[in-house]
């Protein structure tokens, strides 16, 4: 037999025998590395630790600790589901169960939705597989053979998938008798290998997420090499369930929504309010920047959108009506409308750079199925602008762009990390038109002293770009602000200006939002604040809670002068208990609870509770309006209870 050689990741080689499967070559390094292995790259590919080596390779033992790991294993977690599923509903057709970002999840068609007794009982017998250690084995089947074998197990999904994806030779994998499936693999060895894993929720699907196919039903799971490590992240689901902002939204008034408008939001009174707060304080931000708010059709004929590219592209995202004949598009982004604007004049180098802000209603067509709260939305509007500039303006433009996201971020309170995308391999334009932007943003944020990451060959088709990942309290990471080079659309609406030199010349356009969308960026401030939000973008800053009868005339002269200094005040002149009120504003994280009692109303006082921090003690009015507009000035961070 012919002896190969395998190069280890330290640079050794060992000698074995041609078609020696990857476990031995792991088991001959150490035992340890036996135990934890869990599969190996074969120069680059992974593989089964059953997989024989056939040629000369580089090899690396996959261990919990190697990139890639945890997604292999929870894929494997998604089988065991799936076999779990099957024994229990036999009549569940499996559709595909791919590994995810925080766990896996695995669709199946099945006569009724599962109800939490069914994951209940799924994860008990995913448990009891685990337990038996099943080998999860490769088959690999003639394409004609594997379509019969699934078609007479009732499983026509499989069928189709193989038809689509499958070669002349298809590879299957057996959970001993428990399971088949048709998939490419690999697979941690064996069930005893799943450790740590969680059934958590159930939705519904379709196949391949199109709504025109069938409907199923995902089940969603997640899974960890360490009992530790998934009890953190079952902690961290309790917590985000607790802030999810359709549920905090609810309960603090802010939005609701209706199926006649699907994924249009309703502002209710002090959701309006909260959105108008952001939309003043972003113009604010802006105002003294050179920018220049403009309004732009909600409704564009056809031609705009095929002179944006964008009905080749994005159609079918699009909103269509008819009007005299003639296809229009409602408005998905305010670009092309701005790009009209720009073109509408003669304009000239002294113009630049010119900076065009719209906060205008922009309506996306996204599937009903995929909707979800303010996060994915039909309807809602980006705090947009789009700066045209000369060429060799870009460096400045982008360093200023970047210290207003880190202004406003401050101003929140949100970390965030940074992120270049640079040329992909497919692009538009010349590869030096390239390197010079490229080099521009580099050096944006080399003078901006901030750490950035690149994302090589991840910018879009029409320039580079810069995205910012903001963390929420309980680590999250939110893609809000994007500054976006393009140097597409100037080109596609023949936008120009007059030079120095007189001749005319193509502006740059830089795309670019901080918030991202008004909509998902309230979601994002509700769930990090827990639906405590600091004094300044609390819809209501204070209640008034007369104890007595007797004292609410007091109390709504109180509500009187705070409101006349600006602050937002609501008087509670309920005839119930001081401390049953005193609850419900604590419920509806009001940040003041001023309670006012004969001692106060004698002396022109307020009795002082402070959300998160008690008992603040009695302080005339007057004290009190001072002390929570210089808290409200300075954008003073909530404290939480
Ligand atoms: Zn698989
Ligand atoms: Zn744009």
């Known amino acids: 037999m012919s002896q190969i050689t395998v190069s280890m990741p330290d640079g050794s080689t060992r000698s074995v025998p041609a078609g020696t499967p990857v476990r031995d070559v792991a088991a001959g390094i150490s035992p340890r590395l036996a135990r934890e292995a869990l599969a190996a790259y074969v120069d680059e590919r992974m593989v089964d630790l059953s997989h024989p080596l056939e040629t000369d390779a580089a090899l690396t033992v996959v261990t919990p600790r190697t990139p890639g790991a945890l997604e292999l294993y929870r894929h494997s977690t998604a089988h065991l589901l799936a076999a779990a599923v099957t024994a229990l509903f036999p009549e569940a057709q499996c559709g595909i169960g791919p590994p995810t970002e925080d766990g896996f999840f695995y669709d199946f068609i099945v006569h009724r939705p599962f109800v939490p007794e069914d994951l209940a009982a799924i994860e008990e017998k995913m448990l009891e597989l685990a337990k038996r250690d099943l080998a999860y084995e490769r088959k690999m089947l003639p394409k004609a053979d594997a379509k019969a074998y699934f078609a007479g197990k009732g499983e026509p999904l499989k069928v189709q998938l193989i038809e689509e994806k499958g070669g002349d030779v298809v590879s299957c994998y057996t959970i001993e008798d428990a399971f088949i499936d048709f998939c490419t693999g690999p697979h941690v060895p064996s069930t005893g290998r799943l450790k740590a894993f969680k059934v958590l929720s159930s939705s519904n699907a ?147 750079p010119l900076r065009f802000a719209d906060q205008g209603v922009l309506h996306r067509q996204e599937a009903s199925g995929v909707l979800s709260g303010l996060t994915r939305v039909r309807q809602f509007a980006q705090d947009d602008a789009h700066c045209f500039v000369a060429e060799d303006q870009i460096g400045a433009e982008v360093e200023r762009l970047l210290a207003l996201v880190d202004g406003v971020y401050t101003d ?230």
């Not at 999810?244 to 008034?253: A, I, M, P, Q, S």
């Not at 008819?322 to 002294?350: D, T, W």
């Not at 990471?477 to 007189?502: E, H, M, S």
């Open 206 to 352: 379709y196949w391949k997420g199109d709504a025109a196919n069938q409907p199923m039903q995902r089940i969603y799971g997640t899974a960890f090499f360490k009992r530790s490590a998934l009890d953190e992240h079952l902690a961290r689901l309790e917590e985000a369930k607790k802030r999810d902002h359709r549920k905090v939204g609810r309960e603090l008034e802010l939005f609701t929504f209706h199926h006649w408008a699907p994924g249009a939001p309703f502002w209710l009174p002090k959701g309006a309010l909260l959105y108008g707060l952001l939309s003043d304080y972003m113009r604010g931000k802006l105002s003294g920047g050179g920018y220049q708010e403009v309004r732009t059709p909600l409704v564009f004929n056809k031609r705009l959108w095929e002179t944006s590219g964008h009905w080749d592209h994005y159609r079918e995202n699009m909103f269509l009506v008819e009007s005299e004949q003639e296809p229009f598009g409602l408005k998905a982004m305010n670009c092309p409308g701005h790009m009209l604007i720009f073109a509408s004049q003669v304009r000239s180098y002294r113009d630049l």
């Open 412 to 641: 929140f309170g949100l970390r965030y990390t940074t992120e270049l995308s640079t040329r992909p391999e497919k692009y538009l334009g010349e590869e030096a038109t390239w390197d010079r932007a490229e080099s521009q943003l580099r050096q944006a944020l080399e003078a901006a002293g901030r750490p950035f990451a690149v994302s090589e060959g991840e910018g879009n088709f029409y320039g580079p770009k810069i995205d910012f990942h903001v963390m929420d309290a309980i680590g999250r990471k939110w893609q809000c602000a994007t500054i976006q080079l393009d140097y597409q659309l100037p080109q596609r609406f023949n936008l120009k200006y007059v030079g120095a030199d007189n001749a005319e010349h193509r502006p740059v356009v830089i795309h670019r939002a901080i918030f991202g969308s008004f909509e998902r960026f309230i979601a994002l401030l509700i769930e990090h604040y827990a639906g405590a939000f600091p004094l300044w973008l609390a819809p209501v800053q204070a209640v008034v809670l007369p104890i007595a009868d007797r004292h609410a005339e007091y109390g709504e002269s109180v509500r009187q002068q705070l409101a006349a200094a600006g602050l937002r005040a609501e008087l509670d002149a309920r005839q119930e208990k001081i401390g049953y009120k005193i609850r419900e504003a604590q419920l509806a994280r009001v940040p003041y609870m001023l309670v006012a009692g004969d001692r106060e109303a004698a002396s022109g006082a307020v009795a002082v509770r402070a959300r998160g921090r008690g008992d603040q003690g009695a302080q005339p009015v007057g004290a009190f309006i001072e002390a929570a507009l210089d808290e409200i000035r300075r954008k003073a961070p909530a404290v939480n209870d």
